[in-house]
């Protein structure tokens, strides 16, 4: 990796911190040559601390280490992005990321949906709703509109029309996300079980 120290008079370059999993950021620190290359040997990501003037690995004190997967550079040579699992929270004030962040995992729009779908069952009574209608029969009738819907990608996906086939997979994974929040799980819950199963 051939990163430019020499762009700043203090041979230093920003290290910007992305969860792994969640990606999302979670700390902004400062990297020289030897900071780079104890995080490699060491696989723990370690900065230069300019208050401190030495290196210093992240959670040394803490126990709040941050582990190494991944570094790339950027298209200038002179920036980095660490890619890291954390443990425990990132900032030295006790929060997830330094800019107050809950670490969550966001999924973009699927995550909206599951929060449209929460605030339509919660508002119930005071909105006419499709998901609140389908609630209110309670969860063996939602269970029952998943197997439907299942059936239906099944028969789409055997036939040639790939918007039918497309169609039908929004309305099985919609239903499905309705089906966890009746069972009181987010799509996050299964993700985890994957991830377990991945190790």
Known sequence: MNVDFNKSPDGLVPAIIQDVDSN??????YMNTAALNKTLETKLVTFFSRTKQRLWTKGEESGNVLSLIDIKLDCDSDALLV???????TCHKGTDTCWNEDN??????????????????????SEKSYVASLFAKGINKVAQKVGEEAVEVVIEAKDNNDQLFLEESADLLF?????????????????????????
């Open 83 to 89: 890619k890291a699992t954390p443990k425990g929270p």
């Open 104 to 125: 969550d995992t966001s999924y973009g729009f699927i995550s909206k949906l599951e929060d449209i779908i929460a605030s339509r069952i919660e508002n119930a009574n």
């Open 175 to 199: 239903h499905y996300l309705m089906l966890l929040q009746a069972k009181g799980f987010k799509l996050n819950d299964v993700v985890n079980i994957l991830k377990e199963r991945n190790k």
């Open 24 to 29: 999302k950021v979670l700390m902004l620190g």
